[in-house]
Protein backbone atom coordinates (compact mmCIF):
# COMPACT_ATOMS: atom_id res chain seq x y z
CA UNK A 1 0.00 0.00 0.00
CA UNK A 2 1.39 3.35 -1.04
CA UNK A 3 1.75 5.51 2.41
CA UNK A 4 0.96 8.54 0.39
CA UNK A 5 -2.76 7.13 -0.57
CA UNK A 6 -3.31 5.44 2.49
CA UNK A 7 -3.46 8.68 4.67
CA UNK A 8 -3.87 7.91 8.50
CA UNK A 9 -4.47 3.99 7.97
CA UNK A 10 -0.99 2.39 7.79
CA UNK A 11 -1.90 1.35 11.32
CA UNK A 12 -5.44 0.29 11.05
CA UNK A 13 -6.20 -3.11 12.69
CA UNK A 14 -7.55 -4.39 9.46
CA UNK A 15 -4.38 -3.89 7.24
CA UNK A 16 -2.17 -6.93 6.96
CA UNK A 17 1.94 -7.39 7.44
CA UNK A 18 2.99 -9.46 5.09
CA UNK A 19 6.86 -7.66 5.91
CA UNK A 20 8.07 -5.08 7.58
CA UNK A 21 7.20 -1.69 6.85
CA UNK A 22 4.34 -3.33 4.14
CA UNK A 23 1.02 -2.52 4.38
CA UNK A 24 -1.41 -4.60 2.33
CA UNK A 25 -5.25 -4.87 2.20
CA UNK A 26 -5.38 -7.99 1.36
CA UNK A 27 -2.92 -11.39 2.66
CA UNK A 28 -0.79 -12.44 -0.02
CA UNK A 29 -0.83 -16.09 -1.16
CA UNK A 30 0.49 -16.88 -4.01
CA UNK A 31 4.23 -16.04 -4.94
CA UNK A 32 3.33 -13.75 -7.07
CA UNK A 33 0.81 -12.20 -4.46
CA UNK A 34 4.36 -12.17 -1.88
CA UNK A 35 6.43 -10.53 -4.44
CA UNK A 36 4.12 -7.67 -5.12
CA UNK A 37 3.63 -7.11 -1.89
CA UNK A 38 7.44 -7.18 -0.99
CA UNK A 39 8.33 -5.05 -4.23
CA UNK A 40 8.53 -1.67 -2.94
CA UNK A 41 11.15 -2.69 -1.04
CA UNK A 42 13.16 -4.15 -3.72
CA UNK A 43 15.94 -1.38 -4.76
CA UNK A 44 17.76 -1.42 -7.49
CA UNK A 45 20.21 -4.42 -7.91
CA UNK A 46 18.46 -6.68 -6.14
CA UNK A 47 16.46 -9.75 -7.47
CA UNK A 48 13.93 -12.20 -6.74
CA UNK A 49 15.91 -16.22 -6.84
CA UNK A 50 16.36 -19.40 -5.63
CA UNK A 51 12.87 -21.33 -5.27
CA UNK A 52 10.98 -17.95 -5.80
CA UNK A 53 12.24 -17.29 -8.99
CA UNK A 54 11.82 -20.82 -9.93
CA UNK A 55 7.80 -20.64 -8.92
CA UNK A 56 8.12 -17.06 -10.97
CA UNK A 57 9.56 -19.57 -14.14
CA UNK A 58 6.72 -21.71 -13.15
CA UNK A 59 8.64 -24.70 -12.50
CA UNK A 60 6.94 -26.85 -10.59
CA UNK A 61 8.73 -26.92 -6.76
CA UNK A 62 6.59 -28.29 -4.96
CA UNK A 63 7.62 -27.51 -1.01
CA UNK A 64 7.97 -24.39 -2.18
CA UNK A 65 4.90 -24.19 -3.83
CA UNK A 66 2.80 -25.25 -0.53
CA UNK A 67 4.62 -22.62 1.45
CA UNK A 68 4.79 -19.67 -0.71
CA UNK A 69 5.70 -17.01 2.05
CA UNK A 70 9.45 -17.16 2.43
CA UNK A 71 10.89 -15.87 -0.37
CA UNK A 72 14.12 -15.26 -1.41
CA UNK A 73 16.06 -12.23 -2.99
CA UNK A 74 19.40 -12.05 -3.95
CA UNK A 75 22.20 -8.93 -4.44
CA UNK A 76 25.72 -9.01 -6.21
CA UNK A 77 28.24 -8.72 -4.63
CA UNK A 78 29.33 -6.39 -2.62
CA UNK A 79 26.30 -5.56 -1.76
CA UNK A 80 24.28 -6.21 1.44
CA UNK A 81 21.49 -9.05 1.59
CA UNK A 82 18.36 -8.22 3.02
CA UNK A 83 17.84 -9.09 6.48
CA UNK A 84 14.06 -9.38 7.94
CA UNK A 85 11.30 -11.27 8.88
CA UNK A 86 10.18 -13.77 5.30
CA UNK A 87 12.88 -12.92 3.60
CA UNK A 88 16.12 -14.83 3.14
CA UNK A 89 18.75 -12.79 1.70
CA UNK A 90 21.53 -14.10 -0.40
CA UNK A 91 24.90 -12.75 -1.94
CA UNK A 92 25.76 -13.67 -5.62
CA UNK A 93 29.77 -13.63 -6.38
CA UNK A 94 28.71 -15.34 -9.92
CA UNK A 95 29.22 -13.26 -12.94
CA UNK A 96 27.01 -15.52 -15.06
CA UNK A 97 24.04 -14.61 -13.43
CA UNK A 98 22.29 -12.62 -15.27
CA UNK A 99 18.40 -10.62 -14.50
CA UNK A 100 15.41 -11.24 -16.03
CA UNK A 101 11.91 -9.87 -16.12
CA UNK A 102 9.06 -12.31 -15.02
CA UNK A 103 5.32 -11.10 -14.26
CA UNK A 104 6.98 -7.89 -13.93
CA UNK A 105 9.52 -9.04 -11.13
CA UNK A 106 13.29 -8.93 -11.57
CA UNK A 107 14.17 -12.73 -10.99
CA UNK A 108 17.43 -14.53 -11.93
CA UNK A 109 18.06 -16.53 -15.02
CA UNK A 110 16.36 -19.63 -15.69
CA UNK A 111 19.72 -21.77 -15.47
CA UNK A 112 21.38 -19.93 -12.67
CA UNK A 113 17.86 -20.34 -10.78
CA UNK A 114 17.92 -24.18 -11.65
CA UNK A 115 21.50 -23.59 -10.28
CA UNK A 116 20.06 -22.10 -6.84
CA UNK A 117 17.62 -24.92 -6.18
CA UNK A 118 20.52 -27.60 -5.50
CA UNK A 119 20.95 -26.38 -1.62
CA UNK A 120 16.87 -26.20 -0.98
CA UNK A 121 15.69 -29.49 -2.93
CA UNK A 122 16.17 -32.50 -3.66
CA UNK A 123 17.54 -34.76 -6.24
CA UNK A 124 14.47 -35.78 -7.61
CA UNK A 125 12.82 -31.85 -7.56
CA UNK A 126 15.77 -30.96 -9.61
CA UNK A 127 15.08 -33.46 -12.47
CA UNK A 128 11.24 -31.88 -12.70
CA UNK A 129 12.48 -28.55 -12.40
CA UNK A 130 15.01 -29.45 -15.17
CA UNK A 131 12.21 -30.97 -17.16
CA UNK A 132 9.56 -28.29 -17.22
CA UNK A 133 12.43 -25.53 -17.90
CA UNK A 134 13.10 -27.65 -21.31
CA UNK A 135 9.74 -28.74 -22.23
CA UNK A 136 8.98 -28.06 -25.56
CA UNK A 137 4.49 -27.53 -25.45
CA UNK A 138 2.72 -29.06 -27.68
CA UNK A 139 0.36 -26.56 -28.13
CA UNK A 140 1.81 -23.50 -26.57
CA UNK A 141 -0.37 -21.02 -25.31
CA UNK A 142 -0.79 -17.65 -26.81
CA UNK A 143 2.79 -15.81 -25.62
CA UNK A 144 4.16 -18.86 -24.28
CA UNK A 145 7.72 -18.60 -24.58
CA UNK A 146 8.71 -22.21 -23.53
CA UNK A 147 11.19 -23.92 -23.43
CA UNK A 148 13.17 -21.36 -20.99
CA UNK A 149 16.16 -23.55 -21.26
CA UNK A 150 17.75 -26.21 -23.43
CA UNK A 151 19.43 -29.19 -21.90
CA UNK A 152 23.26 -27.56 -23.77
CA UNK A 153 22.41 -24.14 -21.82
CA UNK A 154 21.71 -26.09 -18.51
CA UNK A 155 25.16 -28.21 -18.66
CA UNK A 156 26.80 -25.06 -19.75
CA UNK A 157 25.63 -22.95 -16.75
CA UNK A 158 27.06 -26.02 -14.58
CA UNK A 159 30.11 -26.04 -16.21
CA UNK A 160 31.20 -23.09 -14.19
CA UNK A 161 29.25 -23.21 -11.42
CA UNK A 162 30.91 -23.06 -8.08
CA UNK A 163 27.66 -22.73 -5.71
CA UNK A 164 26.56 -25.67 -3.14
CA UNK A 165 24.99 -28.91 -4.71
CA UNK A 166 27.31 -29.03 -8.16
CA UNK A 167 27.75 -32.69 -7.94
CA UNK A 168 23.89 -33.23 -7.06
CA UNK A 169 23.42 -30.45 -9.91
CA UNK A 170 25.18 -32.87 -12.47
CA UNK A 171 23.38 -36.45 -11.27
CA UNK A 172 20.28 -34.46 -11.76
CA UNK A 173 21.07 -33.09 -15.33
CA UNK A 174 22.15 -36.56 -16.18
CA UNK A 175 18.33 -37.67 -15.89
CA UNK A 176 16.82 -34.31 -17.36
CA UNK A 177 14.88 -34.81 -20.51
CA UNK A 178 12.95 -33.11 -23.29
CA UNK A 179 9.39 -33.81 -23.12
CA UNK A 180 7.93 -34.31 -19.33
CA UNK A 181 4.93 -32.98 -19.35
CA UNK A 182 4.44 -33.34 -15.57
CA UNK A 183 6.05 -33.23 -12.25
CA UNK A 184 4.55 -36.65 -11.97
CA UNK A 185 5.37 -38.47 -14.89
CA UNK A 186 9.11 -37.30 -14.10
CA UNK A 187 8.57 -38.83 -11.23
CA UNK A 188 6.99 -42.08 -12.51
CA UNK A 189 9.37 -42.35 -15.00
CA UNK A 190 12.18 -42.11 -12.22
CA UNK A 191 10.82 -44.76 -10.60
CA UNK A 192 10.54 -47.04 -13.48
CA UNK A 193 14.22 -47.06 -14.29
CA UNK A 194 15.32 -46.96 -10.59
CA UNK A 195 13.51 -50.28 -10.82
CA UNK A 196 15.83 -51.80 -13.73
CA UNK A 197 13.31 -51.03 -16.38
CA UNK A 198 14.91 -49.55 -19.63
CA UNK A 199 13.92 -46.03 -19.88
CA UNK A 200 10.70 -45.28 -22.10
CA UNK A 201 10.08 -42.68 -24.89
CA UNK A 202 8.04 -39.51 -23.60
CA UNK A 203 4.73 -38.22 -24.76
CA UNK A 204 4.61 -40.33 -28.40
CA UNK A 205 1.30 -40.03 -30.09
CA UNK A 206 -0.21 -43.35 -31.22
CA UNK A 207 -2.19 -43.86 -34.35
CA UNK A 208 -4.34 -46.59 -35.62
CA UNK A 209 -3.45 -48.88 -39.12
CA UNK A 210 -5.35 -46.37 -41.15
CA UNK A 211 -3.55 -43.39 -39.16
CA UNK A 212 -6.35 -42.21 -36.97
CA UNK A 213 -4.75 -40.93 -33.83
CA UNK A 214 -5.68 -42.62 -30.94
CA UNK A 215 -3.95 -41.32 -28.09
CA UNK A 216 -1.03 -39.89 -26.19
CA UNK A 217 1.42 -42.68 -24.55
CA UNK A 218 3.03 -40.57 -21.58
CA UNK A 219 5.54 -43.26 -20.89
CA UNK A 220 5.97 -45.77 -24.29
CA UNK A 221 7.98 -49.13 -25.02
CA UNK A 222 7.97 -48.98 -28.47
CA UNK A 223 9.70 -52.35 -28.39
CA UNK A 224 7.09 -54.13 -26.27
CA UNK A 225 4.59 -52.06 -27.36
CA UNK A 226 3.85 -50.90 -23.85
CA UNK A 227 1.98 -47.58 -22.68
CA UNK A 228 2.37 -46.60 -18.65
CA UNK A 229 0.20 -43.80 -18.02
CA UNK A 230 -0.17 -41.05 -14.74
CA UNK A 231 -3.60 -40.89 -14.50
CA UNK A 232 -4.27 -37.42 -12.09
CA UNK A 233 -7.38 -37.92 -10.44
CA UNK A 234 -9.39 -35.82 -12.64
CA UNK A 235 -8.70 -38.84 -14.49
CA UNK A 236 -11.43 -40.35 -11.89
CA UNK A 237 -13.47 -37.03 -10.82
CA UNK A 238 -13.83 -35.35 -14.72
CA UNK A 239 -17.82 -36.84 -16.10
CA UNK A 240 -16.23 -34.77 -19.84
CA UNK A 241 -13.61 -36.14 -22.12
CA UNK A 242 -10.13 -36.71 -21.00
CA UNK A 243 -8.00 -33.21 -20.72
CA UNK A 244 -5.38 -33.13 -23.64
CA UNK A 245 -1.65 -33.68 -23.45
CA UNK A 246 -0.84 -29.95 -21.20
CA UNK A 247 -3.80 -29.75 -19.09
CA UNK A 248 -2.67 -32.92 -17.22
Known sequence: MDARAAGGRLRAADLHRPFHAVRAIEAPHTVQQFCAAYAPRLPPGQMFSHTTAALLWNLPIESARASPAGIHVSV??????????????????DNRVSVELRHGFPVTDIASTWCHLASLVSLDELVVAGDAAVLVPVHPGRGDRRPHASIELLRDRLYDYRG????????????????????RET????????????EPELNVDRFDDDGTFIGRADLFYRQWMVVVDYDGDQHRTASGPAPGPNEQ
Open 76 to 93: FSPGWPPRTVGVTGHRLD
Open 164 to 183: RGKCRLQEALDLVRVGAESP
Open 187 to 198: SLRLLLVRAGLP
